[in-house]
């Protein structure tokens, strides 16, 4: 707790002082509960702070609504806040398995790289479409310092799937043990100019298309100072990339 404050006081003196800090926690009297009652509330510039916990977005996932926020961990540096504060499908009640069709977060055209998902770990995610964890259609926010793994989708992207010419940026985060039926079994684009830096992309599956890491059909990628190891194409090309 110690540390929370020490976050929280840093963020209060360091950011514009036109922007708010609004306080998410899954089971604390602080400002809401839920991270997309916080964007619904949120202004452009404000920082949406998601306490340690688990939450649960419904359908097509949390989405900004176009808003340049950031919505962040109390702190994105520290290992064990990133694994203790989860974003997943919520479970049906009596019969023990996640939400089909559910997503984690869709950025819809207008979001840009002031659109900040930090921090967070995005996890268990089953999407019959593209995309299950985060879908990216012809947006480019930022996605920095976040553990995206387990999700599994029949079509393209498990983890990031980049549509439309988006161009998200991806740094620092760790996408693991993801599966897809399609392309791209971690991350898919198509356009755009997405960059991935300074990540870990390992151990995720194309079951039946190219690319089991990294699926790229279009556009002009920029894969920085990575980690692809051990990713699998089972039967089409591009175990790694």
Known sequence: MKNVI???????????????????????????NDIQAAINYSS??????VF?????PHGEGITFLGKAVTVTSVDPQDP??????????????GEGDYEYNGRGFYF??????????????IRNFFNFDHGSAIYCHGSSPTISNCVI?????YDAGAAIYSYY????????????????YDHGGGIYCQGGNPQIINCVISENTSEMGNGGGIY??????????????????????????
């Open 6 to 32: 020490l976050v929280l006081t840093w963020l209060m003196l360091t950011i514009p002082c036109a922007a708010d800090i609004i306080i998410v926690d899954d089971d604390w009297p602080y400002d809401f």
């Open 44 to 49: 452009n510039g404000d920082i949406i702070v």
């Open 52 to 56: 340690p916990g688990t939450y649960y």
């Open 80 to 93: 064990y806040i990133v694994a203790a504060t989860i974003i997943e499908p919520p479970v049906y009640e």
């Open 108 to 121: 819809g055209e207008t979001a840009g790289p002031d659109s900040v998902i930090n921090g967070l770990t």
């Open 149 to 153: 793994t387990g999700n599994h989708t």
């Open 165 to 180: 010419g988006g161009s998200p940026t991806i740094s620092n985060c760790i996408i693991t043990g993801n599966t897809t």
């Open 216 to 241: 790229c059909e279009s556009g002009s990628p920029r894969i920085i100072n990575s980690a692809i190891t051990g990713n699998l194409s089972k039967t089409g090309n591009g175990g790694g990339v």
